[in-house]
């Protein structure tokens, strides 16, 4: 069993699940999963995770992303996107002619945002996309979310065309901060284009596309598109535990102070989570201090 991260260059056109059935084949294992989704139109950086590290993915969704793309004015579409159909008639814009600074800085920062339609986002147990393809979108709540744009920037390409760059939280949909711009404007607006360039502490310019794991998988070089799930994580203090540490962690009961051998780095009280490794290096769990009664509780723990 393989345990890792792997960085995917997602190519356009093609869907994260079955960007994960790729991997699957490519790994020939089944414990495949990815940590945040990307649009089949949008391209970049997605985190797939392998074995134990698909265990990962409450820790790795809620990161900090970065964008870039563009976005066409004129018209607004059903998906928010260049896949819809469009809503209404093309209406003319002069981007040079607006306060494109004015424009950006009104969706900086907090901000409630209602998510497209046309989403994976679930209500009722079923995503939002199976209902709008049903035409039963009238059937359907959708209630705005809090999220947070950290930073937007953008440049005009031409009269109808912005060229952007957004860092955002976990849970923006940036095809509707495009929908959003155009209705501001009167005019209307959908994404052109995507990339993901960034998730957390990983860059898209690290990441292979599927050909290159392909290849690297076959010529057993494992080392060079795999990040060993002990890497992972590293924001985590590591707890190096003895044999009985060992044994209590595997079996899912608290890690007692009479346990720990070492902390790496100590003295981080502010910290919640930690990573607990057996005295060869094998990650073992990941633990949540319990300060009441001085022990680490595992909230999730690798047994193999």
């Known amino acids: 069993m393989i345990h890792g991260l792997v960085l995917v260059d997602k190519a356009k056109n093609l869907t994260s ?3 994960v059935d790729e991997i699957r084949k490519i790994f020939k294992i089944k414990k495949v999963g990815h940590f ?14 392998l074995g134990n590290a698909a265990k990962f993915f409450n820790f790795y969704v809620g990161k900090r992303k970065h964008y870039s793309g563009r976005i066409k004015f004129g018209y607004a579409t059903t998906t928010y996107d ?12 002069d981007l040079y002619a607006v306060d494109i600074p004015a424009l950006l800085s009104r969706f900086t920062g907090a901000m ?22 049903e035409n039963k979108e009238s059937e359907v709540e959708v209630k705005p979310a809090s999220i947070e744009v950290y930073s937007l920037k953008g440049e005009i390409i031409d009269k109808e065309t912005l060229w952007f ?3 955002t939280s ?3 949909y940036v095809r509707s901060l495009a929908h959003d711009m155009g209705a501001v404007l009167g005019v209307g607006a959908h994404l052109e284009e995507l990339k993901r360039e960034e998730v957390g502490e990983f860059r898209l310019k690290d990441a292979f ?4 794991i392909a290849r690297s998988v076959a010529a057993e070089e494992l080392t060079r598109v795999v990040i060993p799930i002990e890497m992972l994580l590293p924001e985590f203090p590591r707890i190096i535990v003895n044999q009985g540490g060992r044994i209590a962690v595997l079996n899912g009961q608290p890690l007692l102070a009479r346990d720990i051998m070492k902390v790496f780095p100590a003295g981080n009280a502010k910290v919640e989570n930690f990573r607990l490794f057996d005295d060869e290096g094998k990650l073992l769990a990941i633990a949540r201090k319990d300060e009441k009664a001085m022990r680490f509780k595992p909230t ?4 193999n």
Do not use: C, N, W
């Open 209 to 212: 596309t599927l050909a290159e």
């Open 112 to 133: 409630m945002q209602t998510p497209p339609i046309y989403s994976a986002k679930k209500y009722k147990g079923k995503p939002l996309y199976k209902y709008a393809r």
């Open 165 to 167: 760059e957004a860092s």
């Open 36 to 49: 945040g989704a990307l649009d089949p139109l949008a391209v970049g950086l997605l985190l797939i995770g």
């Open 300 to 303: 999730t723990v690798f047994t």
């Open 82 to 93: 260049t896949e819809g159909e469009p809503l209404g008639e093309k209406k003319e814009i």
């Open 17 to 19: 699940h079955t960007v």
């Open 170 to 172: 976990s849970g923006t």
